[in-house]
């Protein structure tokens, strides 16, 4: 054993002798080239390519660093020995980074790819005015040279798209609503967020699973669809109409798509947009990936079918009558305006994004906001059938089969009761299932009895679909031409058509007194003639 170590430090001495011995007889420019040249034949021999990608490029920020870092974090093909754990600032999952100097292995397409993440400390820098980090970071990608061509490009573009993925589910959603006014100024902004808590699922929301199953595929295949769109020429949005009585889960269901997105929500209060153009610039300072909600919009303004009433006539703007005034809030938003906000050009200023309008009662809504390319798919929100009552009942008290579950099959659907009023009976009676679900089938045996109110159905949400294309042209152009007129009128035109209007109505009066005197002298005249034939006669 002592011979090795003799040995070995025998050998220590020689390496150092000849490294002493070679920086004295080759100049450093030599001793460069020699070491390019070794490097060059090594990586001739090699079978794999190595890639640099360093945190900082220059003076800027290397996105695809940090895209490459939450990429192995999150990636499930993914093995190491030690790693970083940590949780970002409104992060809602625990992320893991690779150790400093460690190595991982990564897998795509069946393919093998080595990662190394480098830190080492940075020189000292002289003045700058943007700093630099003191640690130089970056990430050293290993990859077999006859898989480069085939998988480098696509592993890097999976990277990219699997990091945005990551940051969106991470990410704390917002609700946002509308500023009061809709102000658009410098000082405030159009729209107040909130975090968005809601946490109504598609598992937990009370619907027929076929149903739900039909919904849930086409949010996939939109959120999927930025190719499709692109190639057919379409802007990247969808509309969808939820309607049914009150108490059928509207809200729970835009609170499920937005969970299962992980879009934000755009709650817009139309009572406190004042015009056409403040509506679109709230539509533009909308982000992408993002609901925009329109609750009960047949309350929200005036937007029920053209074919129940006459639209206003301009003539009687400019004759001095009583002209279109908005609404009691300054309200003047019109159904054209909305029409555009959905449909218009200025919808497809942004991309990746859905609008759902809730109502109930269908008939009164316009048959022009109803087509497809604004609203795509229509939702009866229905009352509350066996399957989503099976939902409700594993929801609030954890069970699965019950001996009365024949008997609430059999009521359920005659019974016509919302969801709400079946999970208020559960809540009251969740820690005692028999007597909730029994409290709930005497709820149901009474409301069967009872007549209820009579709702549009699913099968028929519009009965007039279609409507003369003149017709609808002209409706929705009248509306403008009024807008415009009154817009033009000045005060002091106002002021003269009511004088108009005033001495008009005068003119009248005294014509009338005028022909009223006629007739009274001409009548008098007529008696007065007749009196001496009478006499004459007798």
């Known amino acids: 054993m002592r011979e090795i170590w003799t040995s070995l430090a025998s050998l220590m001495g020689v390496l150092a002798f000849s490294q002493t011995l070679l920086h004295a007889l080759l100049p450093p420019e030599l001793r460069y080239v020699l070491s390019r040249f070794i490097n ?80 080492t400390q940075r020189q000292n820098q002289s003045f700058s005015w943007r700093p630099l980090p003191e640690e130089k970071r ?27 993925e990551i940051r969106r589910k991470n990410q704390e959603r917002l609700l946002y609503t509308n500023s009061k006014g809709g102000s658009m100024d410098s000082r405030t902004q159009p729209w107040e967020s909130v975090p968005f808590k809601h946490p109504s699922t598609f598992d937990t ?13 086409d949010l996939e295949a939109f959120a999927k669809g930025k190719e499709f769109y692109q190639n057919t020429g379409r802007a990247w949005k969808r509309g969808y109409l939820l309607y049914g009585p009150p108490g059928t889960g509207k809200s729970s269901m835009i609170a499920a798509m937005a969970n299962h997105l992980g879009y934000d929500v755009y709650d817009l209060e139309l009572t406190d947009v004042h015009t056409n153009g403040e509506l679109r610039k709230l539509l533009i300072k909308t982000t992408n990936k993002s609901i925009i909600v329109i609750e ?29 005034r908005p609404d009691e809030n300054n309200n003047s938003v019109t159904l054209s305006g909305l029409l555009n906000f959905t449909d218009g050009l200025w919808s497809c200023c942004g991309s990746e994004r859905i609008f759902v309008f809730t109502t ?29 009552l099976k939902i409700l009942v594993k929801n609030y008290l954890g069970i699965d089969k019950h001996r ?57 949400p519009n009965p007039n679909p279609v409507e003369d294309e003149e017709q609808e042209k002209r409706a929705l152009e009248t509306p403008k031409k ?24 005068e003119n009248g009066k005294d014509k009338d007194a005028e022909n009223k005197e006629k007739r009274n002298d001409q009548s008098g005249e007529q008696e007065g003639n007749d009196d001496p034939k009478m006499q004459k006669s007798k």
Not at 138 to 164: P, Q, T
Not at 206 to 212: C, Q
Not at 361 to 373: M, N, Q, T
């Open 205 to 217: 929301l009370a619907l027929d699973p076929a149903r739900k199953a039909e919904i849930i595929e």
């Open 360 to 388: 109930n009662h269908v008939e009164k809504l316009d048959p022009a906001l109803l087509r497809s390319g604004r609203m795509d798919m229509h939702i009866f929100m229905s009352f509350c059938t066996f399957p989503a």
């Open 404 to 460: 009365l579950f024949p008997e609430l099959e059999q009521v359920t659907e005659d019974a016509r009761m919302t969801p709400a009023d079946a999970s208020e009976i559960l809540v009251k009676y969740r820690l005692n299932p028999t007597r909730a679900l029994e409290e709930l089938l005497e709820t149901f045996k009474a409301a069967k009895e009872k007549p209820n109110e009579s709702w549009a159905r699913e099968e028929n």
């Open 40 to 119: 060059h034949m090594l990586n001739w021999f090699s079978a794999y390519t190595y890639f640099d990608i360093m945190e900082v490029e220059g003076v800027n920020t290397n996105d695809l660093y940090s895209a490459v870092q939450l990429h192995l974090s999150n990636s499930p093909s993914i093995s190491a020995r030690r790693v970083n754990l940590s949780r970002a600032k409104n992060s809602s999952s625990f992320t893991f980074n690779l150790a400093n100097n460690d190595k991982i292995v990564d897998k795509y397409k069946g393919v093998s790819i080595w990662w190394e993440h480098h830190v």
């Open 138 to 164: 970056g990430f050293v990608l290993c990859i077999h040279k006859n898989d480069k061509e085939r998988i480098l490009n696509s592993y890097l573009e999976h990277i990219m798209e699997h990091a945005l």
């Open 482 to 505: 009024t807008q415009l007129h009154e817009d033009f009128l000045t005060s002091a035109d106002r002021c003269q058509c009511q004088r108009n209007q005033q001495k008009e109505s």
């Open 296 to 324: 009960d919009i047949d309350c929200s303004l005036n937007l029920s079918s053209r074919a129940k009433k006459p639209a206003a006539r301009v003539d009687s703007v400019m004759a001095g009558s009583p002209m279109h």
